[in-house]
């Protein structure tokens, strides 16, 4: 099938290079356009782009998708699909166009997790299991019927960097089944359409949500941190200090005794090992950061900056 590709980061890019490398022809990809970053704002492209780049793949990067001359241009192509993973929402004029429509990959098992952040909140909410769908476009963002679900286990230690990686593969493999099951069905394949009273939200994530809530259960601050390592990365203040925390564990050490003076939030330094409070148990700091400086853990941390706690 001819196939054009919309995407941005890498996690788009296995899917866009399983596809490369089949039988299918990528005719097309379409991403973000290139961005200054940094402090030089130096301009850098998307990861979908590189890839593109790399196998002289034929690229579009409109500010606008509802452009007419974009728009125009996509027709002209007369593709069969369009693939999309995780890329901008598009507008019913783009996604109508292929004969055999547009499907998406989402990182969840829909509709649980519908929105822009569904690995951080799986982990966020304690899940021990999610997945990634493949679906296709409507106008409501993730609601379309689904075509494929994989499922994927969530290791008690899994942090969303770790599940992305997980999710990435698992994904790519996922698009590359369904498109063959397409191909195979003439366009129609088997679908599912999503039920609404099991659907749930997964907003996208700010700076303003990633503050720790100490006078939390451990399990409840423990699932907090992994779900948003290493990014955003969740955060304390300590001094009038921004302290980001990657990475802890459970002690299952209490702090509930009858005379407790172990606060929530309280740092303990033990050696060269870093304690924090929560309402019920101690959690152990192994990975962090301080504003203005690298991550780095506990004992490497303590050697400069015992003295903050």
């Known amino acids: 099938m001819n196939i054009i590709f919309m995407g941005t980061p890498d996690f788009a890019v296995p899917s866009l290079e399983i596809l490369f490398n089949s039988h299918h022809k990528i005719i097309a990809v379409v991403t973000v356009p290139d961005m200054a970053k940094g402090r030089g704002l130096k301009v850098s492209q998307s990861d979908v782009k590189d890839f593109a780049v790399r196998n002289e793949i034929n690229i579009f990067q409109p500010e606008n998708l509802k452009d007419k001359k974009f728009l125009k241009q996509i027709e002209t192509l007369e593709p069969d699909l369009i693939v999309v993973v995780a890329f901008r929402i598009l507008p019913r004029e783009l996604y109508s166009i292929p004969r055999f429509g547009s499907i998406n990959l989402h990182a969840s098992l829909l509709p649980k997790y519908r929105g822009a952040a569904p690995i951080n909140w799986a982990i ?70 999503q039920t609404e009273f099991e659907a749930s939200p997964a907003p996208k ?105």
Not at 134 to 145: A, H, M, N, P
Not at 147 to 167: F, S
Not at 245 to 271: L, M, W
């Open 205 to 309: 994530i700010f700076r303003n949500n990633c503050k720790i809530d100490w006078d939390r259960p451990a399990e409840d601050v423990y699932n907090f941190i992994r779900g948003l390592s290493p990014y955003p990365a969740a955060f304390t203040k300590v001094n009038g200090k921004t302290l980001k925390i990657f990475e802890t564990v459970r002690t299952h050490r209490d702090t509930t005794g009858k005379k407790r003076t172990e606060k929530p939030g309280k740092f303990i330094v033990e050696g060269d090992r870093l304690f924090v409070c929560t309402i019920d148990e101690k959690l152990e700091v192994l990975e962090l950061q301080i504003e203005g400086k690298k991550r780095m853990n506990t004992a490497d941390f303590l050697n400069g900056y015992k003295g903050i706690f």
């Open 124 to 193: 966020i909410n304690g899940e021990k299991e999610t997945g990634v769908t493949t679906f296709y476009l409507q106008e409501k963002v993730d609601t379309g019927s689904i075509i494929e679900q994989n499922y994927c286990d969530i290791a008690p230690e899994d942090t969303a960097g770790v599940l992305h990686d997980k999710l990435m593969r698992l994904g790519a493999l996922t698009v590359y089944s369904t498109v063959n099951l397409i191909e195979s069905t003439g366009g129609s394949p088997p679908i599912n359409p």
